[in-house]
């Protein structure tokens, strides 16, 4: 069975941190990029990061997040993390992963719960 679990979300001030972790299982993990995504409310999920986890340093971070956002990938934990700082009122989201697709889409057409961001300002 195909899991992408989200967590590490929470409450957190204006400037401050969260690491999200994204823990994969059920697919071969180095097979796939990992990506995360986010969705406001009332507004689309979009994607803010990826990384290719069999090819050191393929990594994007959208200009959204540039600078403030960090994608790492631990292989033997097939686990993906995306570490936040600096973070902004409009950061808040629920963040979701998934495996992609080389075009860049979601692999997964169902996604998981996500991890909730609140960020107070």
């Known amino acids: 069975e195909v899991q992408l679990v989200e967590s590490g979300g929470g409450l957190v001030q204006a400037g401050g941190s969260l690491r999200l972790s994204c823990a994969a299982s059920?697919?071969?993990?180095?097979?796939?990029?990992i990506g995360w995504f986010r969705q406001a409310p009332g507004q689309e999920r979009e994607g803010i990061s990826c990384?290719?986890?069999?090819?050191?340093?393929?990594?994007f971070v959208d200009d959204s997040v540039k600078g403030r956002f960090t994608i790492s990938s631990d292989n033997a934990k097939n686990t993906v993390h995306l570490e936040m700082n600096n973070l902004k009122p409009e950061d808040t989201a629920v963040y979701y992963c998934?495996?992609?697709?080389?075009?860049?889409?979601?692999?997964?057409?169902?996604w998981g719960r996500g991890t909730r961001v609140t960020v107070s300002s």
């Open positions: 998934n495996a992609l697709l080389s075009s860049g889409s979601p692999l997964f057409g169902s």
């Open positions: 059920g697919f071969t993990f180095d097979d796939y990029g």
């Open positions: 990384i290719i986890s069999n090819s050191a340093g393929s990594a």
